[in-house]
């Protein structure tokens, strides 16, 4: 079954930025809508951000003015420049995109949630 796959995370000063990239592993059609979140040992997953087809994004506030949110329709990337980055940033963090793969009964868009295995980021102090 289809998943995606993080890369670039790593280590990196307060203060400095890297950006993360998901790809699926293997092909598919077009995804839908696409997100970042990330994670701390002992606490909820938490919402970065979102990404539409069209665009449209959306931030938590803990990240907005420092993490950007772009993709490639094309290729069905998904990016997240992280700049000014700080240790409470230390995370491992997922992407998620909403794969559809038909409509039920009603006419709605049927999706399947995919996720990836995670990138560890880690700024130091």
């Known amino acids: ?15 400095g930025s890297l950006r993360l990239s998901c790809v699926p592993s293997g092909s598919i059609d077009s995804i839908d ?18 990404i539409s087809t069209a665009g449209g994004t959306r931030y938590a506030d803990s990240v907005k003015g420092r993490f950007t949110i772009s993709r490639d329709n094309a290729k069905n990337t998904l990016y997240l420049q992280m700049n000014n980055l700080k240790p409470e940033d230390t995370a491992v963090y997922y992407c998620n995109g909403f794969l559809p793969y038909g409509v039920d009964s009603d006419g709605r868009r049927k999706f399947r949630d995919l996720w990836g295995q995670g990138t560890q980021v880690t700024v130091s102090s």
């Open 33 to 50: 809508a696409m997100n970042w979140y990330r994670q701390v040992p002992g606490k909820e997953r938490e919402f970065l951000a979102s």
């Open 1 to 15: 079954q289809v998943q995606l796959v993080e890369s670039g995370g790593g280590l990196v000063e307060s203060g």
